[in-house]
């Protein structure tokens, strides 16, 4: 793996976590949003998240954020408090290196700081590098939603995979 650095995202992360989310958003199915939000939603967004005590993450290689993931309750009811849901996306360029792996391992073991015991990851068109990245850090499948989602032309599903981070299950 390359060298890297995982470190908590900042306000002033929120243009690079805008370019990268945007590539996504414009040539891929891992998310189903089909507009990309501004880098002023993503800086609202780690604000956001921070103010919970919920990490979000940026991984950086040579002085620029490649990737960035992050953990937010898996619902607003209470009864969800102890089960979060991950997001990750790693810069194009940067795919394939490594540092998705680096990441999502960090960010389970800051969702297990942060009090979580659960967390799914919700993943769009169900993308075989994310449901493989999931799997290989421990995520085991917990369903699939058929044709839930509609982007270029194709009908997709939604794969939810699910990682125990309490001390009574298995961790990754």
């Known amino acids: 793996m390359v060298d890297a650095a995982v470190r908590t995202a900042m306000a002033a992360d929120a243009a690079a ?3 990268i989310y945007a590539f996504h958003v414009d040539h891929g199915t891992a998310t189903f949003d089909t507009v990309p939000p501004d880098s002023g939603f993503w800086r609202d967004k780690i604000a956001a998240v921070a103010e919970r005590g919920w990490p979000f993450l940026v991984i950086e290689h040579d002085g620029a954020v490649a990737g960035y993931a992050y953990a937010t309750q ?5 009864a969800y408090a102890h089960t979060c849901e991950n997001s990750i996306y790693i810069a ?3 795919r394939g290196s490594g540092m998705g792996t680096r990441l999502l391992g960090s960010l389970l073991e800051a969702a297990r700081a942060s009090g979580f015991e659960q967390i799914i990851a919700v993943i769009g068109g169900g993308e075989p590098a994310s449901v493989a ?5 421990g995520f085991v499948h917990a369903g699939r939603m058929r044709r839930v989602g509609y982007k270029f032309g194709r009908k997709l599903d939604t794969v939810y995979m699910q990682c125990d981070l309490s001390e009574e299950g298995e961790t990754p």
């Open 92 to 94: 194009e360029q940067a």
């Open 74 to 78: 898996f619902r607003d009811r209470a």
């Open 133 to 137: 990245l999931h799997a290989k850090l």
């Open 17 to 19: 976590v805008q370019a």
